[in-house]
Nanobody, 123 residues
Framework: QVQVVESGGGLVQPGGSLRLSCAASGFSFDYYAIGWFRQAPGKEREGVSCISSSDGSTYYSDSVKGRFTISRDNAKNTVYLQLNSLKPEDTAVYYC????????????????WGQGTQVTVSS
């Protein structure tokens, strides 16, 4: 069956780093765009980053551009999100999602979603 599983979240001090992983199975991963979203308490879920499947194009929201880096390893059916220079406002549950066909989207029109991983940035 389809599985999308995030990992790598945790508690980190401001200025620190984390690497999130999104491992997928049960569908043709190579043909899906993979997006990362986050939802902070009391706020709507927002798109953070996305990587297409066709040419590996990457996209970032303005709030994370220059600090986060998305990458994918199709051989491992895994997408990574490197989070650097973390700020308290980055605190949220981070979700990974898969979208067919290969194009990225900032909307919630993804086919498969993970359960999320908590990222807390605090001193």
């Amino acid at each position: 069956q389809v599985q999308v599983v995030e990992s790598g979240g945790g508690l980190v001090q401001p200025g620190g780093s984390l690497r999130l992983s999104c491992a997928a199975s049960g569908f043709s991963f190579d043909y899906y765009a993979i997006g990362w979203f986050r939802q902070a308490p009391g706020k709507e879920r927002e798109g953070v980053s996305c990587i297409s499947s066709s040419d590996g194009s990457t996209y970032y929201s303005d709030s994370v551009k220059g600090r986060f880096t998305i990458s994918r390893d199709n051989a491992k059916n895994t997408v990574y999100l490197q989070l650097n220079s973390l700020k308290p406002e980055d605190t949220a549950v981070y979700y990974c999602a898969a979208r067919f066909p290969s194009r990225c989207s900032w909307y919630n029109d993804y086919d498969y979603w993970g359960q999320g991983t908590q990222v807390t940035v605090s001193s």
